[in-house]
């Protein structure tokens, strides 16, 4: 079974710089895609970036970027130019390319705090 | 804006109680999900269906029971709350995660058994 381990519980930042979220899974499959997801307090979850596993290029979205390093099963989320709003949840997400068997497997997420 | 809704946003209910949690998509999704999930905690997958007349459980045990008689649907009952069943429900929709596809998320149910 695949496995996702979010090895940060809490994380700080100051506005404006930059922090980078951890991620190791584990999987025996070469074809799956990975997700971030943020829970912002109170609101809904939603995608911050995804990156297919055959994609050497690291995936960036804006102020987020990740480093994916197939090798050692890392996918590490960098935010840049942290804001308040950047404030929530962050859950590292695994989806294997099963076909119709896929489905996602979450971390236990990490709570990043931006402070002023 | 995700079309996944949730109803109640919150509910107060006695032991013993049989309470079922709504959950609709209007994206057309086949695989729905119903995570269980303590505040500001890890996400527990407790159901999940593939489509129509499909469910199967998921990786935490619950004593929750799901159907999935229409694609747009995937209510979640209890037939018998507890206090231990106090939590955050969340439901979710998607297309096929294992090719990149986005999973949407519902704004959740606050259960609150006393």
Not at chain 1, 39 to 65: C, D, G, H, W
């Amino acid at each position: 079974a695949q496995t996702v381990t979010q090895s940060q519980p809490e994380m700080s930042v100051q506005e404006a710089e930059t922090v980078t979220l951890s991620c190791t899974y584990d999987t025996s499959e070469s074809d799956y895609y990975l997700f971030w997801y943020k829970q912002p307090p109170s609101r809904q979850m939603i995608l911050v970036i995804r990156q297919e596993a055959y994609k050497q290029q690291n995936a960036t979205e804006n102020r987020f970027s990740v480093n994916f390093q197939k090798a050692a099963k890392s996918f590490s989320l960098k935010i840049s130019d942290s804001q308040l709003g950047d404030a929530a949840m962050y859950f590292c997400a695994y989806a294997g390319n099963t076909g119709t068997a896929s489905k996602l497997t979450f971390g236990t997420g990490t709570r990043l705090q931006v402070t002023l | 804006e995700a079309d996944i809704y949730q109803t109640p946003r919150y509910l107060v209910i006695g032991t013993g109680k049989k309470i079922t949690l709504e959950c609709s998509q209007t994206m057309g999704h086949d695989k729905m999900y119903w995570y269980q999930q303590d505040p500001g905690m890890e996400l527990h997958l407790i159901h999940y269906s593939y489509g129509v007349n499909s469910t199967e459980k998921g990786d935490l045990s619950s004593e929750s029971t799901v159907s999935r008689i229409r694609t747009e649907h995937f209510p979640l009952t209890l037939e018998s709350a507890r206090p231990s069943h106090t939590s955050q429900y969340l439901c979710a929709s998607s297309e096929q995660p294992g090719v990149g596809s986005e999973a949407f998320f519902g704004q959740g149910t606050r259960l609150t058994v006393v």
